[in-house]
């Protein structure tokens, strides 16, 4: 199905946002801007302490001050739970600070807080196990029964004979690293208004990044049916990989709705924020790995500790996406990964930008540099040596049908200077490579990685687009539309892409595993494919050819090598829909990917970065990375571009600044000024390479880029520091403190 | 705690209003005056997402300064950029420039770039960086952002010398 | 965040606000910029019944030359305002350096002199909302005698964390402090206490109303350690300001900001460098100076040993800096 590059009209031309004009002008509505006539405020009753036996809960005086609608706590909340066993208002116990307690709803925000500082909840403190290896220990608190020394989660695999393939190395390095929690800091705080005054009928509107689990989420927990459960997802502000499942918040939103009869907003309040959904807890990577003294890398292993807060909710996927990774990025044959998720008392971990993945590639990409230079090798050139390429299988089974790695790592190489860099930068002065790849989908994450999509046309030549993936700034309406346009031979501003209400949305897991582009994408192409041949058959009677001679272009429609005998695209869509049949143009598509498990594609990426370290303090500045990252097929370059430099500044923002620093199970900077991100002036100069090997599979060869890139940034900003220190700062964030412990 | 009066003017138009002395600027424009293109963030300052401009054209959290502060004053909002149907420069720049993504800090980045290139169209890019310091947005990484300002400043220094 | 309620009082003179201030000089607290005290005021740490706002009072945002050649600012003069003045640029480039460091222009264009010298202390045990710090008992700036930081401490080490005050203090600038009994004009280097409550000898009814800074005919620097450029509090700044030559110094002042509950001149930098000279030699004595002298720093928002670490580099380099404006 690949076109040549020269044949397409629409892809990989530089499109305007759809919804721009909206955006810039303050028009885009999202979540709390939504008002609704009766509309209470919610305010949660959140557990202060990391661990303690709930004595009593007394509501009394919440209820009786005036203005208050409705008060829910753990009786109201029964059977519901979050993720496996997190109950939503736990009865007994509280396990990490922030769980909730109860909920009060308002008529407003101040009368919603005011109310719920009069909730009074005793509690008995007791032990806490805050640390990952003291809560591995046998004398430590178990958080739950089932879960044996606290493991709440265990994933071990092998591959080949990781103890022969070690056995038969010339070189073996061993190392530890780790990284801390984070939290995904949108500039949209967490936030859902839910109507649930009808009864069996729950309406929500809230920023997500898939409608469909969030809908089947609260369905469950509810006890309704899916379709009795509406998400209007508007627009989202920023998903980061930390809006992908449901949260406390939502499900104390409605049931106070229904309890209230009235809707209920609520909203996180300043460093709420950072509870209400906490993203990255701390990781501990064991690496070994071995190599044969011609450079060639043989066997890895790795064995990582995730401090998975109090509960298992989704996390155990982070184990999935991790030992994916062990064979994603050279071809050995021999591996094995232990992960475990460790109960502590810290709040329940969830996923930040990388999933979990550019953080082990922080790890993982450091320890093979130095097992690089263990090998006398150059990094470029020992990832040369081993990236893997077209046509590969990895250990799990996914197959690459294209693979531009290693001319990733080739341009950017050559466009960085690195030859002339490495080894030859002043001192505190260094260069660093990083190489990843990330999977386009989530098949064998469920069972079905299902995108369907519909499209209408209406006799003015102007098409509409139903599709389910939400846009939380990936501007994937805008690559659907071109998509579209291009099957179509229209342009993308002759679409109106629909989406954002289950009501209407045809089915779409969603946005994330970066499945957009490569699913939805390709049902969007499927359903365009469909719409195209109805309009075929029309323009094949009036030209009198094979509906497969059909050129559908600049808004026009001709035989293939004949375009003087040209319809206008309009004309052929009116006349199908006033012949006598009267047809109207509607088609619908889907694809799912075909594998029973495994996705069908990956991007993969190079980027190389330097940096300036100054030896005094220990800040590290980035002056410059180039990016080469393997997309498929850039349907939109400037959007391409736009993805790279957010994971740019994502990466080298969890790589050197964010931490979330943990006292006592608390986050000691939840606020945008201590927690740390850079801003405006600590930007580099970014330098972007778009490979493009067109896969096979992929909508005009398109692959995902929405996670790919940040999976390189970490290791590359890692590497150069590296560098520039003489030492491995084997910690992230890479932090000032750090860098200059590892320089004195 | 009495509500006043007051007459506050946003985007060339006067609104009496009663408002209590602890609501802020932002609850006002929100809740008062429905006008939602402002944003709601940290409350603290600290992100920007809720600047809008003062009298001067300056830059301001509308989070941290209280209504009643603004009683016969004039503040503009991402909602009076535009001139009439078409986009200010500012805006178009950040169409063209790919300086949108999620859009949710792209009013308070707007209305941090105009204050910026209001009194000053030829910024330098420390000037530029200075600038935005005090907004945040996590989808773009300023990197667009910044050179998207950079347009805008060419077209209005293009603007203003073809109105010579 | 919300904010709680209480009364707004706008005077319509000076006087008039004064007069508000010893009235209600028990729960009264005084809105200029307000970037600080509305934030604290969201979490719950500041509740006065009554807040008087001065923003909009002539005499508060005037710049003077004072008839020595020193400057007369205005307490009120926006941080921005203060950035752009022509006389700040011309005669305290180092003043104008500290001044443009406060915060994000978006924090400037509110925050005032006033503010920033009256900028109450941090600290990241209490400037947290109140459901945060119920996971801990109060401290001596909410309603215990207990401080989190140092847990056998007699008194609060909530930073000062203010950009302007150490470069005012080692310009020997002086603040007058204005109330409906009269004024007082206090030394800015007697101004602050070193104590995270009560952290300056300002009373609740009086307003600083001016600064007053002396001609300045010699060399200053200030130098901010900060992981941000923009929108970052500082993990330490320093001010220097030095009347002479390099060779024979007439007067050092080097102070020490957001390292401590009061920003800290140190005296014995100041005397190896007016004894020795600038040099070199001195530079690095008085650097080791500076590090020792601070002794048990308070380590707020950065981890135990990572200040004392930096010192000695950060305040070589200032003064290095400063040595080379001399050429």
Redo the contacts between chains.
């Keep these: 199905m690949s076109a040549k590059k020269e044949e397409l009209s629409v892809v990989g031309k530089?499109w305007?946002?759809l919804?721009?004009?909206?955006?810039?002008?303050?028009?885009?509505?999202?979540t709390?801007?939504v008002?609704l006539p009766g509309m209470l405020y919610g305010k949660i009753v959140?557990s202060?302490?990391p661990s303690a036996r709930i004595v009593s809960v007394d509501t009394s005086a919440a209820e009786a001050l005036p203005g208050v609608k409705a008060v829910i706590t753990a009786a109201d909340a029964q059977g519901i739970l979050i993720g496996m066993n997190q109950p939503l208002l736990p009865t007994k116990f509280v396990k990490f600070?922030g769980h909730e307690v109860a909920a009060v709803a308002a008529l407003d925000?101040?009368t919603a807080?005011a109310a719920a500082?009069l909730i009074k909840v005793e509690y008995d403190v007791l032990p806490t196990v805050l640390d990952m290896t003291k809560a591995l220990r046998d004398d430590a608190p178990q958080l739950h029964q089932k879960a044996k020394r606290n493991v709440g989660w265990e994933e071990n695999l092998d591959y080949g004979d990781p103890d022969a393939a070690f056995a038969a190395c010339d070189v073996i390095r061993e190392g530890e690293y780790v990284t801390n929690p984070s939290h995904?800091?949108?500039?949209?705080?967490h936030v859902c208004v839910a109507d649930f005054t009808k009864a069996g009928q729950l309406t929500m509107w809230t920023p997500t990044q898939t409608a469909l689990l969030f809908q089947k989420s609260l369905a469950a927990g509810l006890k309704l049916s899916d379709s009795d459960v509406r998400l209007l997802t508007l627009?989202?502000?920023?998903g980061?990989t930390g809006r992908t499942a449901t949260r406390p918040h939502h499900f104390l939103a409605a049931l106070l709705s229904r309890k209230a009869g009235r809707p209920v907003r609520i909203?996180a309040?300043?460093?709420?924020e950072f509870t209400m959904c906490h993203a990255g807890g701390k990781v501990i990577y064991k690496l070994k790995s071995g190599a044969t003294k011609d450079g060639r890398l043989k066997v890895v292993e790795a064995d990582l500790l995730f401090d998975s807060g109090a509960y298992v909710e989704s996390q155990m996927i982070v184990t999935l996406l991790t030992s994916r990774y062990l064979g994603a990025l050279y071809p050995i044959q021999h591996a094995r990964y232990r992960g475990r998720l460790v109960h502590t008392n810290n709040q329940p971990y969830y996923f930040h930008h990388g999933g979990g993945i550019a953080q082990f590639q922080f790890a993982l990409g450091q320890h093979l540099d130095g097992l690089a230079q263990d090998l006398g090798l150059d990094p470029v050139e020992f990832n040369l040596l081993n990236a893997v390429e077209e046509g590969h299988t990895t250990l799990e089974g996914s197959h690459y049908a294209s693979c531009g790695l290693k001319e990733c790592i080739e341009k950017a190489a050559a466009k960085s200077g690195w030859k002339d860099k490495r080894g030859k930068l002043p001192k505190y002065k260094g260069i660093g490579i990083g190489i990843g790849a990330m999977a386009s989908g989530a098949k064998g994450l469920f069972k079905h990685d299902t995108s369907a999509a519909f499209v209408k046309i209406a006799d003015d030549g102007k098409a509409t687009l139903f599709i389910g993936l939400p846009d939380?700034?990936?501007?994937s309406h805008t690559t659907m539309a071109i998509i579209g346009a291009e099957v179509l031979g229209i342009t993308p501003d002759d679409f109106q892409v629909v989406s954002g209400d289950t009501a209407s949305d045809p089915l779409d897991v969603g946005a994330f595993t970066q499945r957009g582009t490569f699913n939805t994408g390709n049902a969007t192409r499927n359903a365009c494919l469909d719409a195209r041949e109805q309009l075929a058959a029309t323009a094949a009677r009036q030209l009198d050819v094979d509906a497969d001679r059909l050129v559908f272009r600049d808004h026009r429609v001709y035989p293939d090598g004949e375009p003087d005998r040209a319809i206008p695209f309009k004309k052929v869509v009116y006349d199908t829909l006033h012949s006598l049949e009267g047809r109207f143009v509607m088609g619908r598509g889907f694809y799912n990917s075909p594998l029973k498990k495994g996705t069908m594609a990956y991007s993969f990426g190079a980027q190389i970065a330097e940096v300036t370290v100054d030896?005094?303090?220990g800040?590290v500045t980035v002056d410059r990375m180039t990016v080469a990252h393997d997309v498929g097929r850039a349907i939109n370059p400037?959007?391409v571009?736009?993805q790279i430099?957010?994971?740019?500044?994502?990466g080298?923002?969890q790589a050197l600044?964010e931490e979330c620093v943990m006292e006592?199970g608390?986050i000691?900077?939840?606020?945008?000024?201590?927690y740390?991100?850079?801003?405006?002036?600590?930007?580099p100069e970014?330098d972007h390479i778009i490979v493009e090997t067109v896969d096979p599979n992929g909508p005009f060869g398109a692959k995902e880029v929405g996670e790919g890139p940040i999976v390189c940034t970490m290791p590359a900003i890692a590497n150069a520091v590296a560098d520039a220190v003489g030492r491995q700062v084997r910690e992230m964030p890479m932090?000032?403190?750090r860098v200059?412990r590892a320089i004195? | 705690m009495h509500k006043q009066l007051i007459k506050l003017t946003v985007n060339g138009d006067t609104h009496e209003l009663a408002v209590a002395p602890n609501q802020t600027l932002l609850d006002v424009l929100?809740n008062e005056l429905?006008?939602?293109?402002?944003?709601?963030?940290?409350?603290?300052g600290?992100?920007g997402?809720c600047t809008v401009n003062g009298e001067a054209g300056e830059a301001i959290c509308s989070c941290l300064t209280l209504a009643i502060e603004w009683d016969g004053r004039a503040v503009t909002?991402?909602?009076g950029?535009?001139e009439g149907s078409e986009?200010h420069p500012v805006?178009q720049a950040?169409?063209?420039?790919?300086a949108?993504?999620?859009?949710?800090?792209?009013?308070g980045l707007?209305m941090t770039a105009k204050a910026l290139l209001d009194v000053n169209t030829s910024p330098t890019e420390?000037e530029?960086?200075?600038a935005?310091?005090g907004?945040?947005?996590?989808?773009?990484?300023?990197?667009?952002?910044?050179k998207a300002v950079r347009r805008a400043a060419e077209m209005l220094r293009e603007r203003d010398a073809a109105a010579r | 965040?919300?904010l709680p309620q209480f009364e707004y009082l706008k005077p319509a003179t000076l006087s008039e606000g004064l007069a508000m201030l010893a009235e209600h000089r028990a729960d009264v607290k005084i809105l200029s910029g307000g970037s600080d005290l509305l934030i604290n005021m969201?979490f719950g740490l500041d509740t006065p019944r009554y807040l008087v706002s001065f923003n909009g009072l002539e005499e508060l945002v005037a710049i003077q030359e004072r008839p020595d050649g020193g400057l007369r600012i205005g307490a009120a003069c926006t941080l921005t305002d203060l950035v752009r003045d022509p006389k700040i640029e011309t005669q305290l480039p180092a003043l104008r350096d500290a001044i443009h460091s406060v915060g994000s222009r978006h924090i400037r264009n509110v925050g005032t002199l006033g503010g920033n010298l009256c900028l109450d202390t941090r600290c990241?045990y209490t400037n947290?909302?109140?459901?945060?710090r119920?996971?801990?008992d109060g401290c001596f700036k909410t309603d215990q005698e207990l401080c989190h930081v140092i847990k056998t401490s007699t008194r609060c080490h909530a930073l000062n964390t203010s950009d302007t005050a150490p470069m005012l203090m080692a310009l020997d600038a002086t603040v007058e402090l204005s109330s409906a009994a009269g004024t007082r004009e206090v030394p800015l280097l007697e101004f602050y206490r070193e104590d995270g409550v009560q952290h300056t000898v300002r009373e609740p009814e009086e307003l600083l109303t001016a600064v007053l800074v002396p001609r300045f005919d010699g060399r200053a620097v200030f130098s901010k350690?900060a992981?941000?450029?923009?929108?970052?509090?500082a993990a330490g700044t320093l001010a220097v300001a030095v009347t002479g030559t390099n060779e024979a110094p007439r007067s050092v002042r080097l102070v020490m900001g957001s390292i401590a509950a009061a920003p800290k001149a140190l005296a014995g930098c100041e005397a190896i460098l007016l004894e020795q000279g600038i040099n070199d030699a001195s530079i690095d004595a008085a650097a080791s100076a500076a590090r020792d002298a601070l002794g048990k720093i308070t380590n707020l928002?950065?981890?135990s040993?990572?200040k004392r670490?930096?010192i000695k580099?950060?305040v070589r380099?200032a003064l290095a800096e400063l040595r080379d404006q001399a050429d």
Excluded at chain 1, 676 to 683: D, G, I, L, S
Excluded at chain 2, 94 to 98: N, V
Aim: charged letters at 25%; proline letters at 4%; aromatic letters at 10%.
């Design positions: 530089n305007s946002r919804d721009g004009v909206d955006k810039v002008s303050g028009r885009s509505i999202f709390d801007d008002r959140r202060p302490h600070v925000e101040a807080a500082k995904n800091c949108y500039a949209e705080y627009n989202s502000g920023g980061f909203r309040s300043g460093d709420e939380m700034g990936q501007s030896p005094g303090t800040v400037r959007i571009e736009g430099d957010g994971q740019v500044f994502s080298m923002s600044y006592n608390q000691m900077n939840p606020s945008r000024l201590d740390k991100m850079p801003r405006a002036f600590e930007m970014v932090s000032p403190w200059l004195q | 929100r429905g006008m939602t293109g402002t944003k709601r963030g940290c409350t603290a600290s992100c997402v909002t991402i909602e950029v535009q986009l805006q950040f169409l063209e420039y790919g949108v993504q999620c859009g949710f800090c792209t009013p707007i420390d530029i960086s200075e935005l310091a907004a945040i947005c996590r989808c773009t990484g300023h990197i667009k952002v910044k | 965040m919300q969201k990241w947290q909302s109140e459901n945060w119920a996971t801990r350690l992981q941000r450029e923009g929108l970052d509090f928002f950065t981890p040993g990572y670490r930096l580099n950060f380099e």
